[in-house]
């Protein structure tokens, strides 16, 4: 047994142990409900900092992008119209009547098994068909209406439901543009809303471009290539700001008057610019307008075949045969 002494040192000892007994527990307690958090590698180690481990967001949450938005693709995953030597095929006409084209003649629907049956041919080859709604979005009149403009636009629902189906099937949508005595810039304008889809283009019909004292189906219209450079440069800085994969530009023609000053019509990163010849008649009549209007170093080409007008119709087999080559086939 200590003496008292020997109890006066031992005391404080004794208390000191308590205490950092104590102490020891409450830290170790601390631990157990708090994780340390990773220690920071620092700048020059080279490794990635550790992710903290957070809940998945309900299936509902949008995800929030790494980085810059990744363009949208066109139909099969592509970014350019015409990748992979890609022929273009379609159904020319507007919403609810024939008398303007066979697109006409029932619903998206229903015009959709005719024109996979009337494109198929041209993938001989190999050559990939893409499927297409030409769509009179804007139809010239031939009286002057409310605006005095000789046009007037189909209704939006109608074009709604063509982008429904172009996206239900695989299609891709142009809307076609007959603008009477309007320019062609204020009547695309109008269709901005729809333009800002990845599967739809834009065509010009210079046919029914009008100028001041002229009248729809007494005059051939024309247009300067001006005008087509300003609606081409507004399409192309829609196409950029909106992250759209490339679009068709197409531009109708028959007559070299129809544009005027075309080697000025300027080329465009973003579109898929296409000449597109509209003349009609038995093959060899096509054939010598073709060769006459086309101007292959500056756009892709495209060809027309009427049901009724060209007698006889040309083969898809001899269509293919051209030179120089047709990227893009439309049946009125």
Known sequence: MPTSEDSVDWVPLYLVSL???????VIAAVGQQAPAAPADPGPSSGKPAPRAIRPAP??????TPAGPEVPRTLPGGAARIFTGDRVLVAYYGTAGT??????????????MPRLIRAAAPFARGGRPVQPVFELIATVVHGSPGKDRDFNADIPRAQVQRYIDAAHHHGALLILDLQPGRADFLSVAKRWEWALKDPWVGLALDPEWRMRPRQVPGRVIGSVAAAEVNRVSAWLEDLTVR???PEKVFLL?????????????????????????????????????????????????????????????????????????????????
């Open 58 to 63: 309900p299936a509902s949450s949008a995800p």
């Open 252 to 332: 109708h023609q028959f007559r070299t008057s129809m544009i005027r000053g075309i080697e000025r019509v300027r080329p465009r990163p973003h579109l898929a610019m296409v000449q597109h010849v509209d003349g009609f008649g038995p093959p060899r009549a096509k054939l010598a307008t073709f060769r006459a209007v086309i101007r292959p170093s500056q756009f892709a080409l495209g060809f027309k075949l009427f049901y009724d007008e060209d007698v006889p119709r040309m083969r898809p087999e001899r269509v293919l045969r051209i030179r120089p080559r047709i990227s893009f086939v439309s049946f009125q």
């Open 19 to 25: 205490l950092l007994a104590a102490f020891l527990l």
């Open 242 to 244: 909106e992250g759209l």
């Open 98 to 111: 024939g008398s303007l084209g066979v697109l006409g003649e029932g619903s998206p629907e229903q015009i």
